[in-house]
């Protein structure tokens, strides 16, 4: 009831946020928001945005239309039932390396989603395509707009700029037991984020992003702010040192600034109890967000930066111990120094006016 009250009171707020212009201008994540936009999207660049804030609810939509249609046409259940078999149990395409190709990555409809911001692709150092990398990207923010047109099309130029690197975004396994959706996501590059296929990529040279705040850090995503999910976060590090790979810090400036959140609210304490507790149960949760009009977000330039490769010492013995807690410590904190100096060196110019990276968890 509480977490209820809280977003009645949330949505009150805002009735009378954009009722009153005195009160609008009063807001620290609006004058924000406003101080960073640049220009106003055009319609083609706005209608994609709509299109890709609506494509996260494919997962939902899909199982909705499934529902309703073998209801209505029980002919279509045993067809259905046979593809989730095979993707249950045969389809290890989330999994592997190479499996297929990614045209959708070049579907000229991203490029009209990154002209909405627009986003950009900074390069600061060169990445040899010999070896595989782990890209580390933060923030996740709500709707990881700067995550999926790095790593999942090509619309910022990532193959331009790193020739030779074929990276993969891993999400989550939930999304590869959803009819369609999987097949839709294979066809962007993306892989499941299990250990086996993170194994499965990089040993066979391929590269990979993971998010590692995940969905517990959309919830601290806000204008201005910059709080990461990281001081426990250690299985990316492990998958390094295992595999060889080089770890490669990303972030994603401005992405914190396209949504406003309820975070802010008195009842967040409750709103963040059901949260996480969604977050433990099934993988993902619902932060409660608005944006420009709607859930259209705010059309703030995202700026992408991939920072320099961290190579850590190759772990061959046994993956237990104080020895090798010990290694993983050392990786985590080399880390966590080059993020900083990443964030640091680009902050004036890409970040002027916002809090420092604060890690929060």
């Not at 046409?73 to 149990?89: D, E, F, G, N, Q």
């Not at 690197?165 to 097949?183: D, K, V």
């Not at 770890?247 to 975070?263: I, K, M």
């Amino acid at each position: 009831m509480q977490a209820l009250e809280g977003v009645g009171a949330f949505l009150t707020a805002q009735v009378k946020a954009h009722s009153s212009p005195s009160v609008r201008r009063s807001s620290p994540d609006l004058e924000h928001i406003q101080s960073k936009i640049r220009h106003t999207p055009g319609l083609v660049p706005t209608l994609a945005a709509v299109y890709y804030v609506f494509s996260f609810g494919y997962g939902f939509y899909i199982w909705f239309a499934a529902i309703w249609l073998c209801c209505r046409h029980p002919v279509l259940l045993l067809p259905l039932a046979t593809y989730m078999l095979h993707v249950c149990t045969w389809g290890a395409a989330a999994t592997q390396a190479g499996a297929g190709p990614a045209p959708l990555k070049r579907w000229a409809m991203w490029r009209a989603v990154a002209a909405y911001f627009p986003a950009r692709l900074h390069k600061t150092a060169d990445l040899p395509p010999h070896r595989p990398y782990v890209f580390v990207m933060h923030p996740h923010g709500i709707l990881s707009f700067s995550a999926w047109l790095t790593f999942a099309t090509e619309a910022l130029g990532f193959d331009r700029l790193f020739p030779g690197i074929r990276a993969h975004i891993l999400t989550l396994r939930i999304n590869f037991r959803t009819p369609f959706l999987r097949e839709y996501l294979l066809l962007h590059g993306v892989r499941d984020v299990s250990k086996r296929s993170c194994l499965s990529l990089l040993s066979s040279g391929e590269s990979v992003m993971i998010a590692v705040g995940g969905a517990t850090e959309s919830l601290y995503a806000k204008p201005g702010a910059n709080d990461l999910v990281l001081k426990r976060r250690r299985g990316f590090v492990k998958v390094a040192m295992h595999t060889g790979a080089a770890l490669v810090p990303v972030y994603g400036f401005g992405e914190n600034a396209t949504f406003r959140t309820v975070n802010e609210l008195p009842s967040q304490s409750a709103l963040r109890r059901l949260q996480r507790a969604m977050t433990r149960t099934i993988g993902f949760t619902f932060p409660l967000y608005f944006g420009r009009i709607g859930l259209l977000p705010f059309g703030v330039p995202l700026d992408v930066v991939v920072g320099a490769p961290l190579a850590l010492p190759k772990w061959e013995g046994p993956e237990e111990g104080a020895a090798y807690e010990a290694a993983v410590d050392r990786g985590h904190a080399a880390y966590c120094a080059a993020l900083h100096s990443l964030f640091e060196q680009h902050r004036e110019r890409y970040a002027k006016g916002e809090a420092g990276l604060q890690l929060v968890e």
